[in-house]
Nanobody, 114 residues
């Protein structure tokens, strides 16, 4: 069973930045698989934010975060990170890591105050 642990969430003012990290359990190499970030705001469906492919490391983003969020991998730490800048109150949500279209982390709360 693959374990994913997200970290880095918190409270930030609008316009601020946060960096989320997703750590995978031993034996699962994040660079071998597509790794994704999703978020879920209260009362809303979970939505795709960004992903990074396993082989090429190419990234895709939701339009709502394009130009503000950057997804990357740290192979030495075996993590996938999400750098979030120019945060808006609408970015408030629980952010989830998703591995290989199968495994989910428990999420980390991001709250952006206006």
């Amino acid at each position: 069973q693959v374990q994913l642990v997200e970290s880095g969430g918190g409270l930030v003012q609008a316009g601020g930045s946060l960096r989320l990290s997703c750590a995978a359990s031993a034996g699962f190499t994040v660079s071998d698989y597509t790794m994704s970030w999703y978020r879920q705001a209260p009362g809303k469906a979970r939505e795709f934010i960004a992903d990074i492919s396993g082989i090429r490391g190419s990234a895709n983003y939701a339009i709502s975060v394009l130009g503000r969020f950057t997804v990357s991998r740290d192979n030495a730490r075996n993590t996938v990170d999400l750098q979030m800048s120019n945060l808006k109150p609408d970015d408030t949500a629980v952010y989830y890591c998703h591995a290989n279209h199968i495994y989910w982390g428990r999420g980390t709360q991001v709250t952006v105050s206006s």
